[in-house]
């Protein structure tokens, strides 16, 4: 049981470029969540879903698409990288009240 | 805006409880009480949620006060392991619509040797 496994753990980006982070669940769980973590801050949810084939926006959906085509992964896209979207992402999945996170995406683009 | 105010930072003695506080005074009635920490760069992790009543569990124990307006989360033998960053959050229950976790900035606790 693997948990909450989140790919890749590392990216650099070039400004305007494109990429898919992906996160991956092997609870059966219904809810799935993005985060992004600023230097000092707390997490702020970009994008979220509530089951197979539904997602809704969150606090700081800009810039950002997701995809929730299999319930056991939840796809975060950045269509044309900006250098404000530097930043550690975290997904997250929960059943109800407990959400368990992943590890983290620490993306840079320059 | 988080809903919560905590402190800072604050320091506790390894083998000592360490008792964190947070203010939420604006918390509607079906508003819950929850706490996540989060150790060095991992992912935050969950730690007991509440919503009147005390409750405890293996990591800790939740205090809210009578009018809710404040809480304690209680660790009650810190060791070195629990030097985090602890988030209270307030959020309702089951209606994703809004049930969305807003992470403050959290205390950041030391426990020293």
């Known amino acids: 049981n693997a948990g909450v496994t989140q790919t890749p753990k590392f990216r650099v980006l070039k400004t305007g470029q494109s990429m898919t982070l992906l996160c991956a669940q092997d609870?059966?769980?219904?809810?799935m969540y993005w985060y992004r973590q600023d230097p000092g801050m707390g997490l702020r949810l970009i994008h979220y879903?509530?089951?197979?084939?539904?997602?809704a926006k969150g606090e700081v959906p800009d810039g950002y698409n997701v995809s929730r085509l299999k319930k056991q992964n939840f796809l975060l896209g950045l269509e044309s990288a900006a250098p404000s979207q530097t930043s550690v992402y975290f997904c997250?999945?929960?059943?109800?009240?407990?959400?368990?996170f992943g590890p983290g995406t620490r993306l840079t683009v320059t | 805006d988080a809903k919560t105010t905590q402190p800072t930072s604050m320091d506790c003695a390894e083998g000592r409880a360490a008792n964190l506080p947070c203010n939420h005074s604006t918390i509607s009635g079906n508003e819950y009480v929850y706490w996540y920490r989060q150790i060095h760069s991992q992912g935050p992790q969950y730690i007991i949620h509440g919503l009147k009543n005390n409750e405890t569990n293996e990591m800790a124990s939740l205090i809210i006060t009578e009018d809710r307006k404040s809480s304690t989360l209680i660790l009650p033998h810190a060791t070195l392991r629990d030097t985090a960053v602890y988030y209270c959050i307030v959020s309702q229950w089951g209606s994703y619509n809004t049930d969305k976790l807003i992470f403050g900035t959290g205390t950041r606790l030391q426990v020293f040797p």
């Open positions: 879903s509530v089951g197979e084939g539904t997602t």
């Open positions: 997250a999945s929960s059943l109800n009240y407990e959400q368990y």
């Open positions: 609870m059966n769980h219904e809810y």
